[in-house]
C-alpha cells in the first residue's frame, strides 16, 4: 500500500489503476481506525479492483467547543489496518492541501432537508462541513464507488442525496454498523470513554433493540416508546441528546404505515457524545 499527501500524487496513482481498466473503490475515513473502518475496506476490497482509502479530519464539520484538537491521530497504526483490509492507496492530505484557499470563502456544499434535525439539529453546519469535502474528495479519486458505514445514518443518507441531486456516477454503499460484543457500536469517540462509562455505554443498543422489538411486534405508538426509552437511558446515567424514530430514506417522523424506519439516538455519557441506530425493514 502507497500512502500519498498531495491531489498530483493521488491522481497520478488513481489514473494509473484506472487505465490498467481497474475498478476504483473509495473509503473516506477520519482515522483512528477500527474494525468497522477495516469492514468498510473489506468491502470496497470485493467490489472494486483498486481501493483508496483517505484519512482527513475535517475543520469544516467541526462546531465550536467540539473535539477537532484532540481528535486522536494515529497515523502509523492506521496505515497498518488499512494494509490488512485489503488497500492499496492511503491519501492523507493536510489542511492546506485540502484547502489551499483557507476555509472562510470556501465553497460549501448544503443538502436541505436530510441535513436538519437529529445531528443537524445539535451540530449546526456539521452536514455542510461534510458533503463539502466528501464532495471535494470525490472529485479528487473520482471513484466509481465508495463505501460508508451505516453507525453515521443521517451521513449516508445525506450523502446519497448529495450524489443523486448533483448526478455523480457514484456507487454508494452502506455497510452495516459493526458492534463489540455487548452492542456498543464501534466509533472513534469511545476511546474518550473512561472504564466506567464503558460498562454504561450499551444501554443504548440496548434501547434501540427493545424499541425494534415492539415495533416489530406491532407496536406504532413511537411517542410512547421513546419516552419510555429515554427514561431508561438517562436512569443509564446518560443524557439524551434525541431518540426518534424515522422513515427510512427521507428520516422525516415515522407514521405508522410506513414500512420502512429507522430509530436514531444520540447521547452524552460525560463529555463523550454517543450515536447509534438501527434501521428496521418491516415488509
Do not use: W
Request: charged letters at 20%.
Amino acid at each position: 500500500m502507497n500512502t500519498v499527501k498531495t491531489l498530483r500524487e493521488l491522481r497520478a496513482a488513481v489514473t494509473h489503476a484506472r487505465s490498467a481498466g481497474k475498478r476504483i473503490g473509495f473509503v473516506p475515513t477520519m482515522g483512528n481506525l477500527h474494525s468497522g473502518h477495516a469492514a468498510l475496506v473489506a468491502k470496497a476490497a470485493q467490489q472494486a479492483d483498486f481501493v483508496v482509502a483517505s484519512i482527513f479530519v475535517n475543520p469544516l464539520q467541526f462546531g465550536a467547543g467540539e473535539d477537532l484538537d484532540k481528535y486522536p491521530r494515529t497515523l502509523a497504526a492506521d496505515q497498518e489496518k488499512l494494509l490488512q483490509a485489503g488497500c492499496n492507496l492511503l491519501f492523507a492530505p493536510s489542511v492546506e492541501e485540502m484547502y489551499p484557499s483557507g476555509m472562510t470563502g470556501q465553497t460549501r456544499v448544503s443538502v436541505p432537508q436530510l441535513s436538519e434535525g437529529l445531528c443537524g439539529a445539535s451540530r449546526p453546519g456539521h452536514f455542510e462541513g461534510v458533503a463539502t469535502v466528501v464532495n471535494k474528495l470525490f472529485n479528487m479519486v473520482q471513484p466509481d464507488m465508495a463505501v460508508f458505514g451505516q453507525k453515521d445514518y443521517q451521513q449516508l443518507a445525506v450523502i446519497r442525496a448529495m450524489v443523486h441531486d448533483l448526478n455523480m456516477p457514484i456507487q454508494i454503499i452502506g455497510e452495516p454498523t459493526v458492534r463489540a460484543e455487548d452492542g456498543l457500536a464501534l466509533s472513534s469517540r469511545n476511546g474518550y470513554l473512561t472504564a466506567e462509562q464503558r460498562a454504561l455505554a450499551p444501554a443504548l443498543y440496548r434501547s434501540l433493540s427493545q424499541i425494534a422489538a415492539a415495533i416489530k411486534g406491532g407496536d406504532r405508538d413511537f411517542a410512547k416508546l421513546r419516552a419510555e426509552q429515554v427514561q431508561q437511558i438517562e436512569a443509564a446515567g446518560m443524557r439524551v441528546d434525541y431518540l426518534e424514530v424515522r422513515q427510512g430514506v427521507h428520516l422525516r417522523p415515522a407514521t405508522a404505515e410506513d414500512r420502512d424506519v429507522v430509530i436514531l439516538v444520540a447521547a452524552y455519557l460525560g463529555a463523550t457524545r454517543l450515536i447509534d441506530n438501527l434501521h428496521l425493514p418491516l415488509d
